[in-house]
T-cell receptor
């Protein structure tokens, strides 16, 4: 089986712009989670989707949003980018219905906001 | 603040030695997981231990869980240069989401 695929791998944006990141989970996995990783804050949970429904959301402002499609692929969007949004964004899929066991991570999208 | 806190933050050992890292958490959990991350890439799931288990093994990995002390340890035996990575514990204490600790950076010198 192919692993979790995230695109693009690197992205450079300027403040005020918006960005969309994409994630294709492992075939058959219906749960997709997103995490933000920074040197200062570590790994922070953004949100989790299961069968196109957002089941859980982390403590991030409304500028961060996401969605999941019927084929389980997911996108996350960040609007009005700020310098502090520079981070590695990781997507993970899970074979478990709870969505929180044995997560399979993609390689991430490294976002730099200038 | 992080639910899980790893200790030490960094560890440097010689190839062949054992590496031990600890994780402490604050509230009750159903399970605790350990993940490895190589230099800014995605995390790889290593092992999951449930709250009713005390010890679990997987290859050169040994994980213990002490729910009375709210702590877990990960032991890597006979370390190799390829074990150089950051190791994170993660718990499900915050409901239906996984909360990660700050990680332990392990350097295995050849």
């Amino acid at each position: 089986k192919a692993g979790v695929t995230q695109t693009p791998r690197y992205l450079i944006k300027t403040r005020g712009q918006q960005v969309t990141l994409s994630c294709s989970p492992i075939s058959g996995h219906r749960s997709v989670s997103w995490y933000q990783q920074t040197p200062g804050q570590g790994l922070q949970f953004l949100f989790e989707y299961f069968s196109e429904t957002q089941r859980n959301k982390g403590n991030f402002p409304g500028r961060f949003s996401g969605r999941q499609f019927s084929n389980s692929r997911s996108e996350m969007n960040v609007s009005t980018l700020e310098l502090g949004d520079s981070a590695l964004y990781l997507c993970a899929s899970s074979p478990d219905r709870s969505g929180i066991e044995k997560l399979f991570f993609g390689s991430g999208t490294q976002l730099s906001v200038l | 603040s992080q639910q899980g806190e790893e200790d030490p933050q960094a560890l440097s050992i010689q190839e062949g030695e054992n590496a031990t890292m600890n994780c402490s958490y604050k509230t009750s959990i159903n399970n605790l997981q350990w993940y490895r991350q190589n230099s800014g890439r995605g995390l790889v799931h290593l092992i999951l231990i449930r709250s009713n288990e005390r010890e679990k093994h997987s290859g050169r990995l040994r994980v213990t869980l002490d729910t009375s002390k709210k702590s877990s340890s990960l032991l890597i035996t006979a370390s190799r240069a390829a074990d150089t990575a950051s190791y994170f514990c993660a718990t499900d204490a915050a409901g239906n989401k996984l909360t990660f600790g700050g990680g332990t950076r392990v350097l295995v010198k050849p």
